[in-house]
């Protein structure tokens, strides 16, 4: 059906031909469904610990910023049950935790820098006595007026990294040229991850300094970097260990460490097991959420709503220090066009630093709020213009010619998109429901409906190219039975069945023979976090490899043994084919290894074609773009704000699906996490710096009734052009995305009140923001 | 007297007779029982990831009723059996809610799934049949997923649930409900000393002694929010007189032109009752808080509390509530707005306790109308939450009560628009402004963390309109997004 089908032009020969394929394309459930439906999953905190296991609790600044003047643990010292207590001056090496610019440290020291800030750690018999310890610290601080939002921060003038932009013509020249204008603000809220496992370490001693530690992580060798540093030793006396997530969502990238860290620290200094776990307040309080932004935006457009030039400023707000926003905002930039063509385009940025916990890595990194932007300009150039915001969107599409991307990477496919919105637009009948919704909106005084259908596209692969590696090590033992160890780290996404599936595939071997093992430093060193997408394109590939070094010793071996031809060998159906003879494939492996073939293989792979010259501000960052579009329906009450989704219709492209089930579900949970992000989910910070929704009473993410009965969702027929795993696309983050329809349903629905007039809604689209928007457009009496 | 906890936990009687008068049925599964299928994602009642099903024995009938064991006081399951995920299955054929979840791919992270089973697994023994998707968001309106979006844990729902329950829990049901009518001995339960105890007194007689001779104790009955006294503040309860045992706390009374309800009667037993005085009420009490929360909550507890945003207090003053109190030998009785005095403060003696309720029901001519705004539909706390009732004569408003939440420290009446209102025709929609100016003088709300002090204004204002307009004839399909009245009207 596509012209990039990668069946056709797939040179990569030994890949099976698709109707031969066992395992990859099946929509198998997840590998832990039956433990996680039973009970019997293992997180962190539900590992049996060793006998004298002791817990920690961690204290917080009681203010936003300033200096530390004391900090008397006496009391919490003598509290019943505490075993130690621990500050900046227990640190043998270093205390810095810091993913990059070494900016965070372990523990406050001299300064504070936010509200809830690390000052000290307690380690006690339970969690309980640690916990009512930890109140009884007496803090002495010399507090200042916090920054707290975008304005505080500009006007300090302070941020944690440097002013960046990049771009391509004169867009000064193009607005000023352009027969139309406008420009607007538009504020982006932040969001919380809200994984239901809550950030969890358990450190246990070994002998000679080693150290091993269960981490509930998204990235095991940042753990074992960040505590071989904090300890001052070197990273091979760490080993960091993850089975399971219970979710992560980029909260668990960088911000994993700071708790894993506390807890060898804790261990090395007991000499005792030590676990901590977060309690939800302060979990919500001490950890990094997705950035809130500030997108201050220009456009010079013709009558038909084509963009001639367009200058967009993102104000991101940070948090107290760098963390991860080089790469979050970079990411945002890099989707400034989300698919939009823009001639002449100035995409800028600032990287603003306030006194509240440093924001991080959230699904979608830096995209979502990037490509918000541009679907606000979409829509306000339809409001001006009086054209349907689909027309608008198509009018701006990619397309041969008007092909290349801000930052200079060719899109190569853009007539995937055209076709993708297209179909979506006639399978969901969207002209034909726009103009029902104007006459629904004509007899309808209080209650108004919306339509919107945006589409995706989001860039894959690490924008920090060293990351775009991945490791595997597979065994297979002599009754045939398969070990299989890679980097990645399963969150609940599906990764460890996609990668079994690869390699059950590879060897023809049902898939109970191979085993999914937990993720560990110990097995495959130096890995990229799970993270950006990429978990299966980068550790199925490697696992694939590694399998497929097995396969080929096993195949050579039984051609020798048998005295056929290599291409005699086929491995299926969980036994060996050997020109006229069929053995199982243990009692293959068995005569390999009495025959002394390595059975073992360490696999690798590194991301072909990226390079990225960001002083240039030019390259080709990502391998390749993935794709989707969706549609909503809402219905707003202009007398409350409050909002209902009515309908969902989703069209997305993970080109040749691994796993249909899995990729449908990544699909749907992005989209209503996404939904939560722009509707719900509201980040409160009072002028203290103190974060008022700490809590999920306080913080409210989608529960069931917020998804319509009617949500329809369907994977495009296609296949990746590049030569993925399989032909697959990434598909953790890009659904999150599809959810800026219901935002701008929701401005729709607005909008109808006072045809033609801007509509002032900001994110998240909360009851107050609608209501907000409805009475400025007098739409509320 | 019996000095220990004792409750069903697979198949035999546990017994407990020392444990620390506010330690938690999580805590208890996780820590001292080893059970670690149940998770805690919150430790305040929000999330459900620690949902666990007790079965007990509610007017004499066997129930499964799903509880956040996160905020349950382990006294609280004495006489009740204790199941939890790890119960469900047998040997290594899973639960038809546990197979649907897998076979549906109900589960990502899996960290909120046995949660999530727990509350379908409670919604197969008991759902309402034909099974409607309604019934499925409610059961699910306390748990919380963040990774699959839920359509595949609705689609587990209806595979597994649609049908009458025909697992072994559903066989055992005579023989679990004998053991727990041997189990209800009418003892009072006292665990601890003097200085430091759990009690669950058996009778009012023993409750009244109980709480003279302890007016520092802390009265417990659905524990929805005392439990977070415990996770949350770390409050060291040492004296927690539990109600849930107190016989004849926990009645219904329906009388003419009357409904009472004993303090101890959970919020989802009062659902039907108030459903049946309007349909307001009961879709009030349908996004009232979490499946979870209103069987253990209870209708004296979100009074007694004394919250500004408890939803119970204003639908009850607009209806004209009042109360009974007794300390000791002596009792007494108020009307309700008159029990909260400022904010978390309430009329309320050490040593007395909370008796009853009782609400007029409506007379013929009146209107009740009440609406909860939220950031979230379900299971979130009111914004604002209005409650009217509006006596209707020829076609003028005769009189109204006119009740807030979220509009004040206290849940309070709108006098100065409740006087405006007096005589004003429905068909006149200017005729109305005099009453709608007048709550601006009526309520000063705060700015926080659900809403601003303009927003509050603003949709108190705009509720009230919406409530005159319904009350002239309006249906509510143009004016609500949820909650609508005319197939319960048309039923009636």
Same mark, same amino acid.
């Given at each position: 059906?596509r012209?990039?089908?990668?069946?056709?032009?797939?040179?990569?020969?030994?890949?099976r031909?698709?109707?031969?394929?066992?395992?990859?394309r099946?929509?198998?459930?997840?590998?832990?469904?039956?433990?996680?439906?039973?009970?019997?999953?293992?997180y962190?905190?539900?590992?049996?610990?060793?006998?004298?296991?002791?817990h920690?609790?961690?204290?917080?600044?009681?203010?936003?910023r300033?200096?530390?003047?004391?900090?008397?643990?006496?009391?919490?010292?003598?509290?019943?049950?505490?075993?130690?207590?621990?500050?900046?001056?227990?640190?043998?090496?270093?205390?810095?935790?810091?993913?990059?610019?070494?900016?965070?440290?372990?523990?406050?020291?001299?300064?504070?820098?936010?509200?809830?800030?690390?000052?000290?750690?307690?380690?006690?018999?339970?969690?309980?006595?640690?916990?009512?310890?930890?109140?009884?610290?007496?803090?002495?601080?010399?507090?200042?007026?916090?920054?707290?939002?975008?304005?505080?921060?500009?006007?300090?003038?302070?941020?944690?990294?440097?002013?960046?932009?990049?771009?391509?013509?004169?867009?000064?020249?193009?607005?000023?040229?352009?027969?139309?204008?406008?420009?607007?603000?538009?504020?982006?809220?932040?969001?919380e991850?809200?994984?239901?496992?809550?950030?969890?370490?358990?450190a246990?001693?070994?002998?000679?300094?080693?150290?091993?530690?269960?981490?509930?992580?998204?990235?095991?060798?940042?753990?074992?970097?960040?505590?071989?540093?904090?300890?001052?030793?070197?990273?091979?006396f760490?080993?960091?260990?993850?089975?399971?997530?219970?979710?992560?969502?980029?909260?668990?990238?960088?911000?994993?460490?700071?708790?894993?860290a506390?807890?060898a620290?804790a261990?090395?200094v007991?000499?005792?097991?030590c676990?901590?776990?977060?309690?939800?307040?302060?979990?919500?309080?001490?950890?990094g959420?997705?950035?809130?932004?500030?997108?201050?935006?220009?456009?010079?457009?013709?009558?038909?709503?084509?963009?001639?030039?367009?200058?967009?400023?993102?104000?991101?707000?940070?948090?107290?220090?760098?963390?991860l926003?080089?790469?979050?905002?970079?990411?945002?930039?890099?989707?400034?066009?989300?698919?939009?063509?823009?001639?002449?385009?100035?995409?800028?940025?600032?990287?603003?630093?306030?006194?509240?916990?440093?924001?991080?890595?959230?699904?979608?990194?830096?995209?979502?709020q990037?490509m918000?932007?541009?679907e606000?300009?979409?829509?306000?150039i339809a409001?001006?213009?009086?054209?349907?915001?689909?027309?608008?969107?198509?009018?701006?599409?990619?397309?041969?010619?008007?092909?290349?991307?801000?930052?200079?990477?060719?899109?190569?496919?853009?007539?995937?998109?055209?076709?993708?919105?297209?179909?979506?637009?006639?399978?969901?009948?969207?002209?034909?429901?726009?103009?029902?919704?104007?006459?629904?909106?004509?007899?309808?005084?209080?209650?108004?409906?919306?339509?919107?259908?945006?589409?995706?596209?989001?860039?894959?692969?690490?924008?920090?190219?060293h990351?775009?590696?991945?490791?595997?090590?597979?065994?297979?033992y002599?009754?045939?039975?398969?070990?299989?160890?890679?980097?990645?780290?399963?969150?609940?996404?599906?990764?460890?069945?996609?990668?079994?599936?690869?390699?059950?595939?590879?060897?023809?071997?049902?898939?109970?023979?191979?085993?999914?093992?937990?993720?560990?430093?110990?097995?495959?060193?130096?890995?990229a976090?799970?993270?950006?997408?990429?978990?299966?394109?980068?550790?199925?590939?490697?696992?694939?490899?590694?399998?497929?070094?097995?396969?080929?010793?096993l195949?050579?071996?039984?051609?020798?043994?048998?005295?056929?031809?290599?291409?005699?060998?086929?491995?299926?159906?969980?036994?060996?084919?050997?020109?006229?003879?069929?053995?199982?494939?243990?009692?293959?492996a068995?005569?390999?290894?009495?025959?002394?073939?390595?059975?073992?293989?360490?696999?690798?792979?590194?991301?072909?074609?990226?390079?990225?010259?960001?002083?240039?501000?030019?390259?080709?960052?990502?391998?390749?773009?993935?794709?989707g579009?969706?549609?909503?329906?809402?219905?707003?009450?202009?007398?409350?704000?409050?909002?209902?989704?009515?309908?969902?219709?989703?069209?997305?492209?993970?080109?040749?699906?691994?796993?249909?089930?899995?990729?449908?579900?990544?699909?749907?949970g992005?989209?209503?996490?996404?939904?939560g992000?722009?509707?719900?989910?509201?980040?409160?910070?009072?002028?203290?710096?103190?974060?008022?929704?700490?809590?999920?009473?306080?913080?409210?993410?989608?529960v069931?009734?917020?998804?319509?009965?009617?949500?329809?969702?369907?994977?495009?027929?296609?296949?990746?052009?590049?030569?993925?795993?399989?032909?697959?696309?990434a598909?953790?983050?890009?659904p999150?995305?599809?959810a800026?329809?219901?935002?701008?349903?929701?401005?729709?629905?607005?909008?109808?009140?006072?045809?033609?007039?801007?509509?002032?809604?900001?994110?998240?689209a909360t009851?107050?923001?609608?209501?907000k928007?409805?009475?400025?457009?007098?739409?509320?009496? | 007297? $019996? =000095? &220990? %906890?004792r409750?069903?936990?697979? /198949?035999?009687?546990?017994?407990?007779?020392?444990?620390? *008068?506010? !330690?938690?049925?999580l805590?208890?599964?996780?820590?001292?029982?080893?059970?670690c299928?149940?998770?805690?994602?919150?430790?305040e009642?929000?999330?459900?990831?620690?949902?666990?099903?007790?079965?007990?024995?509610?007017?004499?009938?066997?129930?499964?009723?799903?509880?956040?064991?996160?905020?349950?006081?382990?006294?609280q399951?004495?006489g009740?059996?204790?199941?939890?995920?790890?119960?469900?299955?047998?040997?290594?054929?899973l639960?038809?809610?546990?197979?649907?979840?897998?076979?549906?791919?109900?589960?990502?992270?899996?960290?909120?799934?046995?949660?999530?089973?727990?509350?379908?697994?409670?919604?197969?023994?008991?759902?309402?049949?034909?099974?409607? $998707? =309604? &019934? %499925?968001?409610?059961?699910?309106a /306390?748990?919380?997923?963040r990774?699959?979006?839920?359509? *595949?844990? !609705?689609?587990?729902?209806?595979?597994?649930?649609?049908?009458p329950?025909?697992d072994?829990?559903?066989?055992?049901?005579?023989?679990?409900?004998?053991?727990?009518?041997?189990?209800?001995?009418?003892?009072?339960?006292?665990?601890?000393?003097?200085?430091?105890?759990?009690?669950?007194?058996?009778?009012?007689?023993?409750?009244?002694?109980?709480?003279?001779?302890?007016?520092?104790?802390t009265?417990?009955?659905?524990?929805?929010?005392?439990?977070?006294?415990?996770?949350?503040?770390?409050?060291?309860?040492r004296?927690?007189?539990?109600?849930?045992?107190?016989?004849?706390?926990?009645?219904?009374?329906?009388?003419?032109?009357?409904?009472?309800?004993?303090?101890?009667?959970?919020?989802?037993?009062?659902l039907?009752?108030?459903?049946?005085?309007?349909?307001?009420?009961?879709?009030?009490?349908?996004?009232?808080?979490?499946?979870?929360?209103?069987?253990?909550g209870?209708?004296?507890?979100?009074?007694?509390?004394?919250?500004?945003?408890?939803?119970?207090?204003?639908?009850?003053?607009?209806?004209?509530?009042?109360?009974?109190?007794?300390?000791?030998?002596e009792?007494?009785?108020?009307a309700?707005?008159?029990?909260?005095?400022?904010?978390?403060?309430q009329?309320?003696?050490?040593?007395?306790?909370?008796?009853s309720?009782?609400?007029?029901?409506?007379?013929?001519?009146?209107?009740?109308?009440?609406?909860?705004?939220?950031?979230?539909?379900?299971?979130?706390?009111?914004?604002v939450?209005?409650?009217?009732r509006?006596?209707?004569?020829?076609?003028?408003?005769?009189?109204?009560?006119?009740?807030?939440?979220?509009?004040?420290?206290?849940?309070?009446?709108?006098?100065?628009?409740?006087?405006?209102?007096?005589?004003?025709?429905l068909?006149?929609?200017?005729?109305?402004?005099?009453?709608?100016?007048?709550?601006?003088?009526?309520?000063?709300?705060?700015?926080?963390?659900?809403?601003?002090?303009?927003?509050?204004?603003?949709?108190?204002?705009?509720?009230?309109?919406?409530?005159?307009m319904?009350?002239?004839?309006?249906?509510?399909?143009?004016?609500?997004?949820?909650?609508?009245?005319?197939?319960?009207?048309?039923?009636?």
């Amino acid at each position: 059906m596509r012209p990039n089908d990668g069946a056709e032009t797939a040179p990569d020969a030994p890949e099976r031909e698709e109707e031969a394929l066992r395992h990859v394309r099946r929509p198998l459930p997840h590998d832990s469904g039956v433990k996680h439906a039973s009970g019997a999953a293992t997180y962190v905190d539900d590992i049996r610990a060793p006998e004298g296991t002791l817990h920690l609790a961690v204290g917080g600044s009681p203010k936003a910023r300033g200096r530390l003047l004391t900090l008397d643990l006496s009391a919490v010292r003598a509290h019943p049950g505490v075993v130690a207590v621990l500050t900046a001056a227990d640190v043998p090496g270093k205390n810095d935790i810091a993913p990059a610019l070494a900016d965070d440290p372990l523990f406050a020291e001299g300064e504070v820098s936010f509200h809830g800030q690390v000052l000290f750690a307690v380690v006690a018999e339970t969690r309980e006595a640690a916990r009512r310890a930890a109140r009884l610290a007496k803090v002495e601080i010399e507090a200042e007026r916090p920054s707290v939002t975008v304005e505080d921060a500009l006007a300090r003038g302070e941020t944690v990294l440097p002013d960046y932009a990049f771009g391509r013509g004169d867009p000064d020249a193009a607005l000023a040229a352009a027969p139309r204008r406008l420009e607007g603000t538009l504020r982006i809220g932040g969001q919380e991850h809200f994984y239901l496992e809550g950030q969890a370490a358990l450190a246990v001693p070994g002998e000679d300094g080693d150290i091993t530690v269960h981490s509930s992580t998204q990235h095991p060798t940042e753990v074992q970097h960040v505590v071989a540093r904090v300890l001052g030793i070197p990273d091979a006396f760490v080993t960091c260990e993850v089975r399971r997530m219970g979710g992560g969502f980029g909260g668990k990238e960088s911000q994993a460490t700071q708790w894993a860290a506390l807890a060898a620290l804790a261990a090395r200094v007991t000499g005792r097991p030590c676990k901590l776990r977060l309690d939800r307040d302060d979990d919500m309080a001490m950890t990094g959420k997705r950035h809130d932004f500030r997108v201050g935006w220009r456009v010079g457009f013709d009558d038909d709503g084509r963009i001639a030039g367009y200058d967009v400023m993102y104000d991101a707000r940070c948090g107290y220090s760098a963390d991860l926003s080089l790469g979050v905002v970079d990411r945002a930039m890099f989707h400034a066009d989300n698919a939009y063509f823009l001639p002449a385009v100035r995409v800028a940025s600032r990287r603003l630093k306030t006194n509240t916990v440093s924001n991080t890595a959230f699904r979608g990194f830096g995209g979502p709020q990037g490509m918000l932007a541009v679907e606000r300009v979409m829509d306000a150039i339809a409001w001006a213009t009086g054209r349907d915001p689909l027309d608008v969107r198509k009018a701006n599409f990619y397309a041969p010619g008007r092909d290349r991307t801000p930052y200079g990477q060719e899109v190569e496919d853009a007539d995937l998109l055209r076709d993708l919105v297209e179909t979506l637009e006639r399978d969901c009948d969207y002209r034909v429901r726009r103009g029902a919704i104007a006459a629904f909106n004509a007899r309808s005084p209080i209650l108004k409906k919306g339509l919107a259908l945006t589409p995706v596209k989001f860039g894959i692969s690490f924008t920090l190219t060293h990351l775009n590696q991945a490791g595997a090590l597979v065994h297979v033992y002599t009754d045939g039975s398969i070990h299989l160890n890679h980097g990645g780290t399963e969150m609940g996404q599906g990764l460890f069945i996609k990668v079994a599936q690869v390699v059950a595939e590879e060897f023809g071997v049902a898939l109970e023979r191979v085993r999914i093992t937990a993720t560990t430093t110990a097995k495959v060193p130096n890995t990229a976090p799970t993270a950006a997408s990429a978990g299966s394109d980068l550790n199925g590939m490697a696992a694939r490899a590694a399998a497929r070094t097995i396969r080929k010793r096993l195949a050579a071996f039984a051609a020798e043994t048998w005295g056929v031809p290599e291409a005699e060998v086929a491995f299926r159906d969980d036994r060996v084919f050997i020109g006229n003879e069929s053995l199982t494939f243990g009692e293959l492996a068995r005569k390999a290894h009495q025959a002394r073939i390595q059975l073992s293989a360490a696999g690798f792979y590194r991301t072909p074609k990226i390079h990225w010259d960001r002083d240039k501000g030019e390259g080709r960052p990502f391998f390749y773009f993935a794709y989707g579009a969706a549609c909503s329906e809402v219905t707003i009450d202009t007398l409350t704000g409050e909002m209902r989704v009515d309908r969902i219709d989703i069209l997305h492209d993970v080109g040749r699906s691994l796993n249909p089930a899995i990729d449908i579900g990544q699909i749907e949970g992005g989209f209503v996490q996404g939904m939560g992000w722009l509707t719900t989910e509201e980040l409160i910070f009072d002028e203290e710096g103190r974060l008022l929704t700490h809590a999920p009473s306080t913080y409210k993410i989608p529960v069931a009734s917020d998804v319509p009965a009617d949500f329809r969702v369907a994977l495009y027929p296609s296949g990746n052009r590049e030569e993925t795993i399989y032909r697959s696309k990434a598909v953790g983050e890009p659904p999150l995305m599809l959810a800026i329809c219901v935002f701008s349903a929701i401005a729709d629905a607005v909008h109808s009140l006072a045809p033609g007039r801007p509509v002032p809604l900001d994110a998240p689209a909360t009851p107050e923001a609608i209501l907000k928007a409805v009475q400025m457009l007098g739409g509320s009496p | 007297m $019996r =000095r &220990a %906890i004792r409750f069903l936990r697979r /198949g035999g009687i546990v017994e407990i007779d020392e444990a620390p *008068p506010a !330690v938690t049925l999580l805590d208890w599964l996780r820590l001292r029982e080893g059970s670690c299928g149940t998770k805690e994602g919150c430790a305040e009642g929000d999330c459900g990831a620690c949902t666990v099903v007790l079965r007990r024995l509610r007017e004499g009938r066997l129930v499964a009723e799903p509880v956040n064991s996160c905020i349950t006081l382990l006294g609280q399951i004495d006489g009740t059996e204790l199941v939890t995920v790890e119960d469900l299955a047998e040997g290594a054929a899973l639960h038809p809610v546990q197979a649907a979840m897998v076979a549906l791919h109900g589960s990502q992270c899996g960290f909120c799934t046995p949660g999530i089973v727990m509350s379908l697994f409670a919604l197969y023994q008991d759902a309402p049949r034909p099974l409607t $998707r =309604r &019934a %499925i968001t409610d059961a699910l309106a /306390g748990n919380l997923c963040r990774c699959t979006g839920y359509r *595949p844990i !609705v689609d587990a729902a209806f595979a597994a649930c649609a049908e009458p329950a025909a697992d072994r829990f559903a066989a055992g049901r005579e023989a679990v409900a004998t053991r727990l009518a041997a189990l209800a001995d009418g003892q009072d339960l006292f665990v601890g000393t003097a200085e430091r105890f759990f009690a669950a007194p058996a009778s009012e007689e023993a409750l009244a002694a109980l709480c003279l001779d302890h007016p520092d104790a802390t009265l417990v009955a659905g524990s929805t929010d005392v439990g977070l006294w415990v996770t949350k503040a770390l409050t060291d309860l040492r004296k927690v007189i539990h109600l849930g045992r107190v016989a004849g706390l926990d009645r219904v009374v329906e009388e003419e032109g009357a409904l009472t309800f004993g303090a101890t009667v959970p919020l989802a037993r009062a659902l039907p009752h108030l459903a049946a005085v309007d349909p307001d009420l009961g879709e009030l009490m349908r996004r009232f808080g979490s499946p979870q929360v209103r069987v253990t909550g209870t209708v004296g507890g979100n009074i007694a509390n004394g919250s500004p945003i408890g939803d119970l207090a204003p639908a009850f003053i607009a209806l004209g509530g009042t109360l009974a109190l007794r300390r000791g030998g002596e009792a007494r009785r108020l009307a309700l707005e008159d029990f909260f005095l400022d904010y978390r403060k309430q009329d309320r003696q050490p040593g007395e306790y909370l008796r009853s309720v009782t609400i007029p029901t409506l007379a013929p001519g009146d209107v009740f109308r009440a609406f909860k705004v939220t950031k979230r539909f379900d299971e979130d706390i009111s914004a604002v939450m209005g409650a009217f009732r509006f006596r209707l004569e020829a076609g003028r408003v005769a009189s109204a009560r006119l009740a807030y939440g979220g509009m004040a420290g206290i849940p309070k009446r709108a006098l100065r628009a409740e006087a405006a209102l007096a005589g004003v025709p429905l068909a006149d929609e200017t005729a109305w402004e005099p009453a709608l100016a007048a709550l601006e003088a009526d309520f000063a709300p705060l700015s926080d963390h659900r809403a601003s002090a303009g927003y509050r204004r603003t949709v108190a204002r705009n509720l009230l309109r919406k409530a005159l307009m319904e009350a002239a004839g309006r249906a509510t399909r143009e004016t609500r997004l949820v909650g609508h009245r005319e197939m319960s009207d048309a039923a009636e």
